[in-house]
Nanobody, 126 residues
Framework: QVQLLESGGGSVQPGESLRLSCEASGVTAASVVVGWFRHVPGKEREGVAAIYTGGRLTYYSDAVKGRFAVSQGNDKNTFYLQMNALKPEDTAVYYC???????????????????WGQGTQVTVSS
């Protein structure tokens, strides 16, 4: 059973940075897709970034392109979302998600992912 454990959320001021971590266990596939999503109450869950571990390809939504970076750790089981130049509109609960199956592109559709982390709150406010 795949499990995802997130950490790294918090409260920061506009312009500051945060790094979220997602530790995966129970993965059996040689390559997976890991996505990062965020959710604000009253809005749909929004995909912001994804990484294909096989080819290390990455995708970003227009809202975060150039500010966020997704990566895989050297241990292969930990994934990171580096968030720079944070804005108040980035405030949300952030989730990592994982699938061991092929996904439609862009890989930012929540219904493509089977496994989800518990979520971590990110608050950007002055």
């Amino acid at each position: 059973q795949v499990q995802l454990l997130e950490s790294g959320g918090g409260s920061v001021q506009p312009g500051e940075s945060l790094r979220l971590s997602c530790e995966a266990s129970g993965v059996t596939a040689a390559s997976v897709v890991v996505g990062w999503f965020r959710h604000v109450p009253g809005k749909e869950r929004e995909g912001v970034a994804a990484i294909y571990t096989g080819g290390r390809l990455t995708y970003y939504s227009d809202a975060v392109k150039g500010r966020f970076a997704v990566s895989q750790g050297n241990d292969k089981n930990t994934f990171y979302l580096q968030m720079n130049a944070l804005k108040p509109e980035d405030t949300a609960v952030y989730y990592c998600a994982l699938t061991q199956s092929a996904v439609r592109e862009p890989p930012l559709q929540a219904d493509e992912y089977l496994y989800w982390g518990q979520g971590t709150q990110v608050t950007v406010s002055s």
